[in-house]
Nanobody, 119 residues
Framework: QVQLVESGGGLVQAGGSLRLSCAAS????????MGWFRQAPGKERELVSN????????YYAFSVKGRFTISRDNAKNTVSLQVNSLKPDDTAVYYCAARRAGATTYTYWGQGTQVTVSS
């Protein structure tokens, strides 16, 4: 059974930082592209960042580029998202997700972790 478990969310003031982590189990982690999504109230879920199995190829949404950094540890089956210079607009539930290379959709999802940024 595949499980993705996020942690690290919380309440932070604007300009602050958090480190979100996702622990994966039940899948061949190194075979999956890992992504971080977020969904704010009343808004659609959006892809924030992803990282390919090589740990080098990454993508960032324009709104977070330069502020967020994604990384993965294939030996520990974890993917992290360092979020810096947080803004109130970053307030959302952040989800970890996994998809195989070549797949068009993410197959596995975590339960989410809340990030709230106060102004």
């Amino acid at each position: 059974q595949v499980q993705l478990v996020e942690s690290g969310g919380g309440l932070v003031q604007a300009g602050g930082s958090l480190r979100l982590s996702c622990a994966a189990s039940g899948l061949t982690f190194s075979s999956y592209i890992m992504g971080w999504f977020r969904q704010a109230p009343g808004k659609e879920r959006e892809l924030v960042s992803n990282i390919w199995s090589n740990g080098i190829t990454t993508y960032y949404a324009f709104s977070v580029k330069g502020r967020f950094t994604i990384s993965r540890d294939n030996a520990k089956n974890t993917v992290s998202l360092q979020v810096n210079s947080l803004k109130p607009d970053d307030t959302a539930v952040y989800y970890c997700a996994a998809r195989r290379a070549g797949a068009t959709t993410y197959t596995y999802w975590g339960q989410g972790t809340q990030v709230t940024v106060s102004s």
